[in-house]
């Protein structure tokens, strides 16, 4: 079993700057593939960036690229979210989530029906 806990989430103004983190319990996070998905009132689960086990891959909707930044810190059991930029539309409760497979490859994925465990999200709220 995984558990994953966020936090860092927050109000900020329009323009401002977060960072999420993501602690997992269990021995052999540094193995994981993780990700970061948000969902927005009303609307889907969405996507926002992956990693790979060893950090050395990484992907960002394309909403994401150039604004946040996806990192991870094997010896400390965690992942975070650098966000910049931040827009109104990026309001949302962010999730992490973690595939604990570990298929051979340095690989990150998209797919929410890819991974084996979520945390419970931490609330991000952008105002204009």
């Known amino acids: 079993q995984v558990r994953l806990v966020e936090s860092g989430g927050g109000l900020v103004q329009a323009g401002g700057s977060l960072r999420l983190s993501c602690t997992a319990s269990?021995?052999?996070?540094?193995?994981?593939?993780m990700g970061w998905f948000r969902q927005a009132p009303g609307k889907e689960r969405e996507f926002v960036a992956a990693?790979?086990?060893?950090?050395?891959?990484?992907f960002y909707t394309t909403s994401a690229k150039g604004r946040f930044t996806i990192s991870r810190d094997n010896a400390k059991n965690e992942m975070y979210l650098q966000m910049n930029s931040l827009k109104p539309d990026d309001t949302a409760v962010y999730s992490c989530?973690?595939?604990?497979?570990?298929?051979?490859?340095?690989?990150?994925?998209?797919?929410?029906?890819?991974?084996?465990?979520w945390g419970q999200g931490t609330q991000v709220t952008v105002s204009s």
């Open positions: 269990g021995r052999t996070f540094s193995s994981y593939a």
């Open positions: 989530a973690a595939e604990t497979t570990a298929r051979p490859g340095d690989y990150y994925l998209v797919a929410d029906g890819d991974y084996d465990f």
């Open positions: 990693i790979s086990w060893s950090g050395k891959s990484t």
